[in-house]
């Protein structure tokens, strides 16, 4: 029994590929897109499939919480410390009907505000996919992966330079190879599921609705 354990070893090693690195070598699939052609791409895609794309100057926080209010959102969930916290305060109106809500505590002190509460919750991105309409995050401590399931709206605030034409050109230009988060997530439209009498429902496992900032 060990010296035929020993023979498949010994073959198994002696047939030994590098996946990785194997794959690392081929060149990703690229499509003759411009800026324009790969934003429009993503819109249309993401449409499709029922998120909401709108394209934001620079005073995208004044939009969005023109947007909220008229949807009757009472509060934002949002990370000060994620990549726009700084910006989202600084532009937030004064006075304003929508709440800025910065999520700061551990979920378990912040439970009932977090699943009974949360109207909305905002958080940048990594990049998007115009192949696919597919948005790309990596949630971390200063925007957690809740942030993007558990409020029934969940904004994105993408920039129209970090869309890339497939997600492989994506993982080559942010060189992901050098280090990867314990999390990454793409998501392609609101959460929906059709596993109950074949019926397609929104909002079954997370957002309902997502809505995309392009700037």
């Known amino acids: 029994m060990c010296d035929a354990r020993r023979l498949i070893l010994e073959r198994l090693r ?7 690195g194997a794959a690392a070598a081929v060149p990703p699939r690229r499509f003759p897109w411009g800026r324009e052609e790969r934003l429009a791409r993503f819109q249309g895609r993401l449409t499709a499939v029922h ?3 709108h394209r934001v100057a620079t005073q995208w926080p004044q939009f969005l ?3 909220l209010r008229r949807r009757q959102v009472r509060d934002l969930l949002f990370g000060p410390g994620g990549c726009h916290g700084e910006a ?4 937030w109106p004064d006075g304003s009907g929508v709440r800025l809500r910065p999520y700061l505590e551990p979920v378990e002190q912040c439970r009932d505000g977090l699943f009974e509460a949360a109207l909305a919750g905002f958080s940048g991105c990594r990049g998007a996919v115009a192949e696919t309409g597919s948005l790309v995050l990596w949630p971390d401590a200063h925007e957690p992966r809740l942030l993007s399931l ?3 709206i969940h904004v994105v605030l993408l920039d129209a330079d970090s869309i890339y034409s497939t997600f492989a050109e994506l993982l080559a230009a942010q060189d992901w190879a050098q280090g990867m988060p314990t999390n ?3 998501i392609t439209g609101p959460s929906k599921s059709a596993d109950i009498e074949q019926t397609l429902t929104y ?7 997502l809505i995309v900032l392009v700037r």
Request: no cysteine.
């Open 150 to 152: 558990v409020p029934p």
């Open 203 to 209: 909002g079954v496992h997370g957002p309902k609705e």
């Open 14 to 20: 002696a047939t030994h590929r590098d996946p990785v």
């Open 51 to 53: 998120g909401e794309v």
């Open 184 to 186: 990454a997530l793409l």
């Open 88 to 91: 989202l305060v600084q532009g």
């Open 65 to 67: 919480h023109d947007l």
